[in-house]
């Protein structure tokens, strides 16, 4: 296992790893519960999704850790989840069934474009001011949803998008508290610092009846049933729903290429060139688990931007993802005891991860604004859309048009051309759904 995994390479240990597992673990066991939740606007049973989205973890983050042998964990994306639930089927009134039948055929051309490496390609011609800001951006996007869910920043009035949460709510404080310990343990380099930190505020906000004791704690898994092999491909192979499965092609598309390439910074896993070695290898994971997902009953699964968490303990290598894979597969009878983690537990771990994934904003050329404004745009909009794609596309696309006016179109890989196309035509179907 140690040979596997190359251990001594990566200067790592079983115990690290370990730890790494159960931190990104914590940190993303909410999809369990949120995941269902949404889908079950489109009409998606929930006891069955709850299954379902447990085994498309499973598959998809033993996939990594075996083939890719990286730490990251795969698990259904957040945003397209929402994008089929409330968009495909509440207002285009699409049904589940063929909206999954999208998401499988856009599994199939990652899984062609991975093989034939251009996928490998496209990302490799990405300029390393843009690679640099996706790392950044999606350090401040997990610090700015880790605000949210502890209650320190919450939802303003007119006028006033967001604002300081009520700091005196006990979970607040729990929060504040929770943060202090972890950012403690680190500088005292205490191994764990965050997996400690989740776990004594957990049992505080146990302790102070913020949160609830689960009534039980093993419970037998859902039929997968009602939802096993019910996509519809024929469906969504229509001329008129072409444009919900480019979009969702194109969201998912970005959407790994940034996270990998951001967790792959700060895991210091690139090499000179700024490059991930043998990037087809966590993207055939990640295809495969998508092409798996709809199969399952439920939406795009992808590398999971809560693996910084384990990556801030540590984690380097596949025994990380294949320890979460194995929490994954134990919460299928244990889902009741996984789930009690609250918000406030895990966002303490989300701003301190962001905190370390700002350091790559040194690689960005702040004396030329043909690199630092896609950069910034990248970045900011990252976060005030609350969306990792609109700010990879707004930056791709502003990266070629700078150099194009400027006169340094020579600068422009062929690769980033192609990208700035497909985000091109991300903004001009979206607004039409």
Known sequence: ????????????????????????????????????????????????????????????????????????????????????????VKVMGYSWQVALGAVFIAGVLFTLLTLFKIRSWLAESIPMSLK???????????????????????????????????????????????????????????????????????????????????????????????????????????????????????MAFLDTIGTLIGLSMRADLLDEHGNLPEIERPMLADALATMAAPLLGTSTTGAYIESAAGIEEGGRTGFSALVVAALFALSLFFAPLFTIVPPHAYGIALIVIGSFMIKPIVQIDFDDLTELIPAF???????????????????????????????????????????????VSLFIFLPKM
């Open 377 to 423: 745009l990248t970045v900011v909009l990252m976060i005030f859309t609350y969306n990792i794609g609109v700010g990879m596309t707004s930056g791709m696309i502003t990266f070629v048009l700078l150099k194009v006016c400027t006169g340094r179109v020579r600068e422009v890989r062929a690769g980033m051309w192609i990208l700035a196309l497909l985000s």
């Open 1 to 88: 296992m140690n040979s596997f995994f190359e251990f001594d390479r990566y200067k790592t240990s079983y115990r690290q790893e370990t730890v790494a597992g159960v931190t990104t673990f914590l940190t993303m066991a909410y999809i369990i519960i949120v995941n269902p939740a949404i889908l079950e606007n489109a009409g998606i049973p929930r006891g069955p999704s709850i299954t379902a989205t447990i085994l498309a973890a499973v598959i998809g983050t033993t996939i990594m850790a075996l083939w890719a042998r990286r730490p990251f964990a795969i698990a259904p994306y957040m945003s397209e989840n929402a994008f089929i639930a409330f968009v495909v």
């Open 132 to 250: 640099a800001s996706f790392a950044v951006g999606i350090g401040l996007f997990l610090t700015f949803i880790g605000l949210n869910e502890t209650g320190l920043v919450v939802l303003g009035v007119p006028g006033a998008p967001v604002r300081l949460g009520n700091i005196s709510q006990p979970s607040v404080l729990l929060a504040v508290a929770g943060f202090m310990l972890v950012v403690v343990l680190m500088a005292r380099r205490i191994h764990g610092a965050l997996v400690i930190g989740i776990i004594a505020t957990t049992a505080g906000s146990i302790i102070m009846g913020i949160t609830s004791l689960p009534t039980s704690v093993v419970s037998l898994p859902p039929s997968l049933e009602p939802i096993l092999f019910k996509l519809d491909i024929a469906g969504a192979l229509t001329p008129a729903f072409f444009p919900v499965v480019l979009v969702i092609f194109i």
